[in-house]
């Protein structure tokens, strides 16, 4: 059972008996408008909340009746207690909560398109970390970038919250036309990084970030390691 209030809490296991206090509630076929209505539900008459789907909940009559309400005619039930019904919103204080997150992010990296995935687990509030895979196509070569993340985000409560990153990974180049015959190569890297997230709303949120890699490609024929920047802008979903 998925039951989402702020006065009332419950498990799993437990169902909450509510209380019509409308006139009536109509129990709908499917979780739509366009189903039909099948039964109506009286004033006084006591219902539970099965589960969910988008703004409609599928709910069971006192004579075992089972079928789905509008969001809007739910909260004009009453809990146990007397209090009417109301349904816990995602918001600014659900995105400062969240522990899982996926995304996906489009920029640049050393002037060559790139495109990441992500995913992410928030230990608290200002920390979590984040396994990603990104692929860049230039014209001379490809990449493909693994990479392992530490993200701290100082002002999680900030409506623009900035955060830092540092991250370990491996970046695997792959020329794809040369004069010389190619050789694939691959490197490991540390990356520094600053960015910008922005709630939007529901399960959403707006990713801004620019990144500075060392890549370890020093050898015997090189002295110096390389550095490249990225840049990115993408969306996510948390939970």
Same mark, same amino acid.
Do not use: C
């Given at each position: 059972?998925?039951?989402?209030?702020?006065?009332?809490?419950?498990?799993?296991?437990?169902?909450?008996?509510?209380?019509?206090?409308?006139?009536?509630?109509?129990?709908?076929?499917?979780?739509?408008?366009?189903?039909?209505?099948?039964?109506?539900?009286?004033?006084?008459?006591?219902?539970?909340?099965?589960?969910?789907?988008?703004? +409609?909940?599928?709910?069971?009559?006192?004579?075992?009746?089972?079928? +789905?309400?509008?969001?809007?005619?739910?909260?004009?039930?009453?809990?146990?207690?007397?209090?009417?019904?109301?349904?816990?919103?995602?918001?600014? &204080?659900?995105?400062?909560?969240?522990?899982?997150?996926?995304?996906?992010?489009?920029?640049?990296?050393?002037?060559?398109?790139?495109?990441?995935?992500?995913?992410?687990?928030?230990?608290?509030?200002?920390?979590?970390?984040?396994?990603?895979?990104?692929?860049?196509?230039?014209?001379?070569?490809?990449?493909?970038?693994?990479?392992?993340?530490?993200?701290?985000?100082?002002?999680?409560? +900030?409506?623009?919250?900035?955060?830092?990153?540092?991250?370990?990974?491996?970046?695997?180049?792959?020329?794809?036309?040369?004069?010389?015959?190619?050789?694939?190569?691959? &490197?490991?890297?540390?990356?520094?990084?600053?960015?910008?997230?922005?709630?939007?709303?529901?399960?959403?949120?707006?990713?801004?970030?620019?990144?500075?890699?060392?890549?370890?490609?020093?050898?015997?024929?090189?002295?110096? &390691?390389?550095?490249? &920047?990225? +840049?990115?802008?993408?969306?996510?979903?948390?939970?």
């Amino acid at each position: 059972m998925l039951l989402l209030v702020t006065s009332v809490r419950a498990t799993a296991d437990e169902e909450v008996p509510l209380t019509i206090d409308d006139p009536f509630i109509e129990m709908h076929t499917g979780a739509g408008s366009g189903y039909p209505i099948f039964h109506v539900v009286d004033r006084g008459q006591k219902i539970i909340i099965l589960k969910r789907k988008t703004n +409609w909940y599928k709910i069971r009559a006192e004579n075992g009746k089972e079928g +789905w309400a509008t969001r809007e005619q739910m909260q004009q039930t009453l809990l146990p207690d007397g209090q009417q019904l109301k349904f816990a919103e995602l918001d600014q &204080n659900a995105f400062e909560r969240r522990r899982w997150e996926l995304g996906v992010t489009a920029g640049e990296l050393e002037d060559a398109p790139i495109t990441s995935v992500y995913g992410a687990y928030g230990f608290t509030r200002n920390f979590s970390t984040e396994l990603t895979l990104g692929h860049s196509v230039g014209n001379v070569s490809s990449s493909l970038l693994y990479k392992l993340n530490l993200l701290m985000q100082p002002f999680p409560d +900030w409506d623009y919250s900035p955060y830092f990153t540092l991250g370990l990974g491996t970046i695997d180049v792959k020329p794809s036309a040369t004069l010389i015959e190619p050789a694939d190569k691959s &490197n490991e890297f540390s990356q520094l990084g600053l960015g910008l997230r922005k709630y939007l709303s529901r399960r959403f949120m707006l990713r801004l970030e620019f990144n500075e890699y060392v890549i370890f490609s020093a050898s015997n024929d090189k002295d110096e &390691n390389e550095d490249i &920047n990225e +840049w990115k802008l993408g969306f996510a979903i948390f939970f």
